[in-house]
Structures are given as structure tokens and as C-alpha cells.
């Protein structure tokens, strides 16, 4: 969903619905006035129920009355408008006022802060609240996150410019983050999250300060698959931290589902009192798999080589090849578009790209076509794998050991990891920013 | 889309059989295939040695700074050309100290500080960055006075020199471009090559120059103060930053064993550099205050600056100032650099330069305060300098050990370095050596406390003691205890492919008899120091 269509949708029937929207800065300290139109205190803050989904219904007022904050029920609003606040019944319950569970404070909890837009996964940061009347009830429509709205808040409040009619962001497409509010119990709901690729949640979790990122984390950690993919995504220095901060059997759990050379770099930033209790909770598998992984340098060819890779022998034919390519499990994704091939004993014979298959005769032998017989060995470092990879334009590239083994193989996508320059994220980062 | 490559994959890789074994796609792609062959020539080895350069000669270089070409310009002022000769026996022990790190760093792709962590746990590896830390900064404060000295002497008040000086050091620390910075580096390397017109206008005499390089001696015979001042140009000269930065440096560059050749040469000639750099200043102000009244006289930098421009003329005096300047922000640069590194290292990545300013509050917050700190401390009025200088040696001669021994002890971890263990002949020269430091530390620790001792007869005592050690150092190490048995079997191939493996930092390995006497001995003296140096605090709070 683009900006445009979103933002269409709020602003059609401009002219009426303006009447009944109103922004939260335009109401915060102002009068509150009784029906007879004296006015009784200043508003204080507006108290939304976030758990029902959908638009949030506006449940009460917090008012400033003789130097106490009272609690005024939502269906006394009587009209809420730019610079004033009217009830509908004289007669104000002047209990002290108390937060209640799944009830958030829009100016203190939602108002200038980060709420990640889960349609385009981003975050942004709530520089004004929209709020409308829908039927009888307000509610919490959007939020407005333009640069002039957060100026807005700095300009006195009779001399604030009107920006109701500002491009909004519609609250069905926002998540605000919760964990911070006393009392309220709330949890970011897994389900909104799903709207985004992995890639998209880690881009927020770096985006977002460490609570927050910890409150994404914290959602989404029911499904350890999705944060073993985030895992994968995020940059080095948040999975470290947010991998710290688990326990022994949750960091295996997710160091399970990794890719395994994704898991063997993070093994190693763990603790070092940590590395080896981890490492035996993993699955037998994953164990082996790491543990050849880790006789070789992390920047080595054999540290950033997947031990999981497509390869036939070399009497295979290309049907077989492909079929190989269908019914693997186990590779990365970006190594199932290379097929390599061994001898018997698996020695390094070749590798061969997908599409080469694909536009070669079924029957043939693939040791019958022009394969790539480049490999490099398990030492090799970054630099010779790149040049390697580079000259030959390779996507995958085969690792062999001293006697010409294939143990594994490095993708493309590996190297470009580690290769960007630092300042590219930077660069990226600053111009995506909130 | 607009055309697409032909596929060249027939002809480039279907037919060609080229396996590694036959060509190393080097680094920065000038490097062929011809490069591992014995039979290179002179000119591809100087294009692989240009393109490796760097570490070695900045650490080097960068270590003449403020505090060097004071006590180098001390030396020449008070002794002549009579030291010249200490600064010839300090290549070999900057090479053996900054191999061994050059090494490290090669063949385990980590920083020091971290290796130390890993191997001799967190306690260490604190110790390390946070002496680092205070010491780093204690180095900035006299790199400014170096800066106000010189400013001085071109009639620009300190309390505005210095304070720029501090500015231009926070802003490009905070603009976050590591890169960048270092390139700066290489400009300053460049200007310190002012030493040597500085050493063709002083006209020194070369007769008692050739008699002070290979003559060991001191004028006027060894006293407790000749002893000082040559214990200051080895503590000058020997710093522990250079071993902290040149490792994180060779990771840095992504330098594997495959180059280390080329790095041990840059290593070479960044110490051959640096002493003909100090060689320079110990003979220009020799020559200048030679047969004057202000001989032995030494007061500070600004005073040499003064003395040589009315001996030799105010362009000499301007060069010096300039040489002083230069020094004192590589100085500056080299450290703040290595004080980045081993945060790095140890407290992983988010807490260094490479981060941007938003990214490490915390870090860059705490940096401005403490440079800024430093620089005030010049400005006050009346500040003890030579309290700062001696805080400064004191803290280095606490720090400089334990970095040394760590790196003897991790070059003799074959988990970490594999076949690249230090060999037998080469144990017992750096343990030589690095008892010849522990002891030099030692002496200055204690006489700074102890004003009144006996140098002299102090530094025979421990001499003893080192003699002793490398004694048992080559005996321990000659009756065998094959480091590694296997990797001696390794072919060139094989051991210039040997990586540290990860499997090696998994855990901490088991405390070996050597390890367990070097830590010891380590924590002895640490311990001493500490005690010493409360004594001294106490003395001070009590005298004041």
C-alpha cells in the first residue's frame, strides 16, 4: 500500500469529516468546560484502548482539576474541538485518577515516540495524533508524522497552524511500541508483524532503540523460525546483543534454525563461558555441521562456506541434476541455483548453473557440459574468494580441502555481506531515517 | 533491460583448468600468480610491499611523537652525541616486539586486547583497555602541551592553540570516517620528515656522531640521572599502544600470512625511521648546544626550539617548533586510533570509531570529555607539567610489560598461531628482551617513587635477574618441547594457508606450567607498581 492510496482514503469528504477530526496537540491544556459552559480544569492527557484492534476507542480524559488528576469516562465528551473540551454532564466522579490495564495515555505513551509502520516497514515517529469521531465514539484515527507537525509542537498553541487536513498515516498500518507503559500488560500482537519480510523486522530492530528492538524481539519469539530468520538479517552487532540477552537454551534454539555459518559467527560473540554450553544444547546435527565450520578462520574461505550445498556425482544426468535442485532441503537459498558435482569419493569435479540445466538436453551427462572447474581452498581468505568469484563471475563458488574434497560452498550473497562499507549503511540509514 | 553480457562462460571457465594451486588472485589485484614463486622480481616485490605498507610505518612513526622529540632533543642537549648509541640496540627490540604482534594479528584476525580476553580471560582483557584508556589520555594531555610549546614559540598564545588543537582532535573523531583519519596520518608521517633538513642545517660533527652510534657510553660517566634519561628514550620509544594498534591495524588491512613477509619488511623500515628521526633531533640539538652554556642544561621543548634558533639560526628553531607540532598531533592521532581499536575489541564493535556519532553516545560522549579534559589540564595555569610526564612513563611502565609478556605468551599458543609459534632461537631473544623491559619499568616505577636510589646498582640487579631468565628461557626452550611437532611438517603451501581456527576461541585452554609462572610474575609486578605508586600518592597528599 503506497502513501497516496492510504492517505486518499482518510481525506475523502474533506470538508465534513474535518468538523469531527481533531489532533491531540491541538487539544492538550486546554479547557475543559462543564454543559452550563464554565470552565471546571485542563485536559491533561487522552486515554485510548489499544488491545480491540481496529481504530482505538478514546475511553477517558485525564483531567487537571484544583490541582488533581481526575478521571473523566468517554461517554461524557461531549465535543472535542481545537482549544476546548466540552462535557456533557455537570456532575465529574472526582476519583483520583489510575492507569488501567490495556489503556495506554496518548500523550505520554504514543506522543513523540517511534511506532513502526507495519504496511511499509519503517519506523516513524509520532509527531501528532489524529483523532475522529466514528458514530457516537472518538477514536484514534492516525498519526501524523511530517516534520511540520513535530515543529507545530514547539509554536504556542493558539498560534499552531491547522494541519488537520495533513496526509496521515492510517493507524491500521501503525503499531505503537508498549512495553514501556506501567500497567498496561500489553504485548505487541506477533500477528501485525507478519506482514513483513524478516528482512523488514530486522531493519526496524536496528532502526529502534534497545527496548524497543528488545519489545519486537520479545513478539516475535514465539516463533523461533521467524527470529532465527530475523537472526540471520540483522546486523552483526544487534544479534549479538539481542543474542546475549537470551538464555543458554533459548540462544541454542535460535542458533539451531540458522544458517550454519550465520550460526558459527555467533557462536563466537557469545561469552566465552557461554560458547561451549550453547554449542552442546544444539541439535546433533547442527552441531557437526558447526563444528566443521569452526576448525577454519571465520574470514576464511572454510568459516563462510555453507556446508550444505546441491551436488550429483558425476555420472548424473542433467534430469538428475535438476532433480536434485527440486528435492533439496537443507541449502540456503541462494545456493540452490548451483549444482556441483564430485566423484565418487567427493573429490571436486565442477559446478554448473541452474539455467545451464535447464537450456541443456535432458539426457545428457552432466560431466558432458561445459562445467566451471573453479574451487578455492578452505584457507583461502575473503580477498582471494571475491577476486575468485569476481573474475569468473561465479554466484557460487566450491571449497574444497587439501586433497581436493568438496566440503562446502561460499554464495555470492555471503561475500556481498561482507564486503559493504560501513558508511553505505550509514548512508542508507540516514536517508530511510524517522 | 537493455542487452545483457555475452556468456563467456565457455571459454573461461569451461576450458581453462586453473586450480588456486597455480594462481593466487592476491590482494589489491596486482599481485599474480608469478608473486609466490621464489623468482620474483625487485619490481613486483616493491608493488606488493607499496601495497601492504602502512601499519608498520605509521606505528613506527607515529611513535615519535610530543613526548619523543622532547626527550630525544633532552638526550642530545645534555649528553651530545654520546646516546646515539641506545637508539641503534632499539631496532632490533622494536622489530622482535612488533613482529610478534604483526604475527598475531596475521594469523588470528583479532586485536590484542581481544586475544588476551579470550585466552587469559575477561580480567585481563579489562586490565589491558582500561590502562590503555587512562594511559591513552594521559598521552594526549602531553601531546597538548607539545602543541602549546609550539605554538608558543611562533607567538600564538597556548590558550588558543591548544584549545583549537582539541577541537580539530573531537571533530574529526566525531565525524565518524576512520578511513579518513588514518589517510590523515600519512600526511603528518610525511611532515616529520622535517627531521632531516633539521639535521643538514645543524652542521653536526661526524666524527662524534660515528663515535656515539657505535661507542656505548654516557658523558660524564653513568650517573643516576644518565641512567633516567636512557631508561626515558627506550620508554619513549617502546610504547605500549604500538603493540595494541599495529595488531588491530593488520587485521584491519586484512594482511594474512601470505603477506607477512611484506608486513615484517614495512615493520623493519618503520623502526629503521623512527630512530633515524630521533637520530636526527639527538644530533641537531647536540651539535647546537655543544661547548654552550645551556649544555646539560635541558629545559623543555620550547627552550631546545629557543636554543636553536640562536645557535643555528630562527629558520632551525622554526623547523624544530614544526617537528614538535607534527609530533605532537600524530602523537594524539596514533593514540586516540588505538584507544578506538581496543574498545572495539573488547567491547565489541558499537563501542569505537567506526560507529557514527548516534550509534555510540556513549562512547563519543565519554571521548569529548576525556580529550577535552586533557587539554584543560595544559591550560591551567601552573599546571606540574613534569608531574604529567612522570604519570605518564609510570603508567606505561605498568602497561608495557603486560602487554609484551601477553604477546610472548599468545605467540607460544599453538591453538592460536599453529606453525606460526615463535621458534626456539627467537623465545629466548624476546624473552631477553622483554626481561630487558620488565626491568627498565621496573626501575622507572621505583624511581619515581624512590627518588634517592642507586640507579645504577638497582639496574645491575635486575639486569641479573633478566640474564638469568633468558638463561632459563633457552634452556626450557632447547631441550626440545616441540611447540607444535605436527605443523613442522607442514609444506610453505600449507603453513602460509594457516588460519587461526574459530574452534580455537571456544574456549579457554588449561593453564600450562609457563603460563601459569608468567602470570604470576606478571601479577607480582603489577601488584609492586600499584603498592609503590600509593606510597608516592601518599607522600604527595602528606608533603602538599
Redesign the interface.
Known sequence: MSDRVGDGQMQKNESAEEKRRVTVTQLLRSPVFNPAGEQVGRLEDLIAKLADGGYPPIKGLKVRIAGRDVFVGGSSIDKLEPGAVRLRTGTLDTAEFQRRPGEVLLAADVLGRHLMDVARGRLVQAHDLVLGQVGTEWRLLGVDRSPQAMLRRLVPRRARPDLRRHVLLDWKDVQPFVAHVPTAKLLVPLQRLRRLHPAQIADLVEGASHEEGEEIMDAVEGDVELTADIFEELDEEHRTEFLKSRSDEEAARVLDRMAPDDAADLLGELDQERRLPVLNMMSNTQQLKLRKLLQYHPTTAGGMMSPDYVWVLRDATVDEALEAIRTDDKSPHQLLATVFITEADGRFVGSIAAVDLLRSQHGRKVSELPLVKMHIGAGADIVEVTLMMADYNLTALGVTDGQGNLIGAISVDDLIQALIPDDWRSRVEASSGV | MAGREPI???S?????????DEE????F?TIRAEDRTPSKTWRQRLLTLAAIMGPGIIVLVGDNDAGGVATYAQAGQNAGYSLLWTLILLVPVLIVNQEMVVRLGAV??VGLAKLIA?RFG?FWGWYSVAGLFLLNFLVISTEFIGVGLAAEYFGISKYLAVPIATLLLIGITLS???RRWERAMFVFLFASLLALPLLVLSHPDPGAALRGFVEPGIEGGLTSNGALLIFAIVGTTVAPWQLYFQQSNVVDK?I?PRWLEYEKADTVLGAVIVVIGAAAIMMATASAFKGTSEFSHFTDAYGVARGLASHLGSSVGAIFALLLFDASIVGASAVTLTTSYAFGDVF???QSL?R?VGEAKTFYSTYAAMVALAASVVLIPGVPVGLLTTAVQVLAGILLPAATVFALLLCNDAAVLGPWVNQPWLNVIAVFIVGVLLALSTILVITTVFTTIDVVRLALVLGVFVVAGTIAAGVFSLRGLPPAGAYMKMSRE?RQ???????A????PPWSPVRRVAIVALSAYLVVAIVMLAVKAVELAIGS
Open positions: 563467456r562462460n565457455d573461461r571457465s569451461g576450458q581453462i583448468q586453473i586450480s588456486v593466487i588472485r592476491g590482494a589485484g588470528t584476525g579470550e575477561r565518524g570516517n576512520f586484512r594474512t565489541g564493535s558499537r567506526h557514527r600449507e594457508n594457516w588460519r587461526m581456527p574459530a574452534l576461541l571456544l574456549e579457554r
